[in-house]
Nanobody, 122 residues
Framework: QVQLVESGGGLVQAADSLRLSCTAS?????MGWFRQAPGKEREFVSA????????YYANSVKGRFTISRDNAKITVYLQMDSLNPEDTAVYYC??????????????????WGQGTQVTVSS
């Protein structure tokens, strides 16, 4: 069982930056970020394979968001730059401890954080 603790959400203005953090209680194979806006389905944002360091991004955030990891802290970060109101959502951290070919779907992940609100005002 892996527990995930997220932090870093908040209220910012358009074009601002935020960094989300997610700390795992144990080793994982991969970790990812998803988000869910009101009235919409949860969508993939970004993911990273822990050992290889391979990263993946949704087209909507590519070039603006950066995922990274700290091995010692078992923490993954999501640096979000050039935020816009369409990025407003609850952001969830997710993790899996098993090998997965695909990291862009919610079904891939076994563990989820509690979510952190990100609100971007125009």
């Amino acid at each position: 069982q892996v527990q995930l603790v997220e932090s870093g959400g908040g209220l910012v203005q358009a074009a601002d930056s935020l960094r989300l953090s997610c700390t795992a209680s144990g080793r994982t194979y991969a970790m990812g970020w998803f988000r869910q806006a009101p009235g919409k389905e949860r969508e993939f944002v970004s993911a990273i394979r822990w050992s290889a360091g391979s990263t993946y991004y949704a087209n909507s955030v590519k070039g603006r968001f950066t995922i990274s990891r700290d091995n010692a802290k078992i923490t993954v970060y999501l640096q979000m730059d050039s935020l816009n109101p369409e990025d407003t959502a609850v952001y969830y951290c997710a993790a899996t401890t098993s090998f997965r070919m695909v990291l862009t779907t919610a079904q891939t992940y076994d563990y989820w954080g509690q979510g952190t609100q990100v609100t971007v005002s125009s």
